[in-house]
Nanobody
Framework: QVQLVESGGGLVQAGGSLRLSCAASGIRFSIRAMGWYRQAPGQKRELVATISSGGSTNYADSVKGRFTISRDNAANTVYLQMNSLKPEDTDVYYC???????????WGQGTQVTVSS
């Protein structure tokens, strides 16, 4: 079965760092792109960062210069290095994979990131 398994979330003080990981398994086709999205209560899920299989990246303006997305294509794993964290970064973070020619979407279960003041 297809699974996106996330790890690395938790509680951190403002200014601190976290590194999120997401490993995809059970996927028979190539992963075109992977990314991270976040969602706060009462809000829509929004893009944080994406990376293509070729290494092209996109970031939300709010995280540019602070977050870095990277990937290990052979391991079907994507990472999100989060530095200089702010309380407003507190959200549930979701891993996403776009798979195959048409880019079928799979989502992870979400991992909580909480940044304290």
């Amino acid at each position: 079965q297809v699974q996106l398994v996330e790890s690395g979330g938790g509680l951190v003080q403002a200014g601190g760092s976290l590194r999120l990981s997401c490993a995809a398994s059970g996927i028979r086709f190539s992963i075109r792109a992977m990314g991270w999205y976040r969602q706060a209560p009462g809000q829509k899920r929004e893009l944080v960062a994406t990376i293509s299989s070729g290494g092209s990246t996109n970031y939300a303006d709010s995280v540019k210069g602070r977050f870095t997305i990277s990937r290990d294509n052979a391991a079907n794993t994507v990472y999100l290095q989060m530095n200089s964290l702010k309380p407003e970064d507190t959200d549930v973070y979701y891993c996403r994979a776009a798979v195959g020619t048409v880019g079928y979407i799979y989502w992870g279960q979400g991992t909580q990131v909480t940044v304290s003041s």
